[in-house]
């Protein structure tokens, strides 16, 4: 039982927001009683931070299933985002990792601490990989376009209230990235990738 409200909740937080889902909501759209939730989870923020854990696991997972499909590195930059666009597709306008941060700053400093080793440990092996592929210059820096491109995207969704902004900032944001890197064989591979994810 536990397990069903963590991935309800999950899914609602998302979906509605952080802020507005209350115990009441979770338990009506469960069908059980608010008493049951509250046998597992003594308050909204506990609930939340088992939430957040199960998204960041499933986060991972799904990024892991792209990886494992060996796109090239540029491919794989738009399949993850696109991964990540459908995610959040059906959440309400507002942004959830911008209302994890306005509204419950403690829960999302944890997460933020979690992800910046697996992310930045996930861009650094994109950057070598597309080095390899001849689709990024040889002579870049590795770690620092990693914390470039790090910064730009945390910056992006701790800043943007609107879900749809905050993808179409992200879009940009990784053609920018992409553009600093590439060679030309790199450029002639994000243009493709830019027509078909656009």
Known sequence: MKDKIIAKASEMFLKLGFKSITMDDIAGEMCISKKTIYKYFCNKEILIQESTQLVHKQVHELIESVVAKNHNAIQENF???????????????????????????????RVLEQEVNQ???????????????GLYRKDINIETYVKFYYVLIFHINENTSSEMEAQRIELEALEYHTRAMATPSGITELEKNLLKYN
């Open 79 to 109: 399949e993850i985002r696109n991964l990540f666009k459908e995610l959040f597709n059906n959440s309400t306008d507002s942004s959830p990792v911008y209302q994890l941060k306005k509204h419950y700053p403690e829960i999302y400093q």
């Open 119 to 133: 992310c930045e440990n996930w861009f650094r092996e994109n950057i070598k990989k597309g080095i390899a592929e």
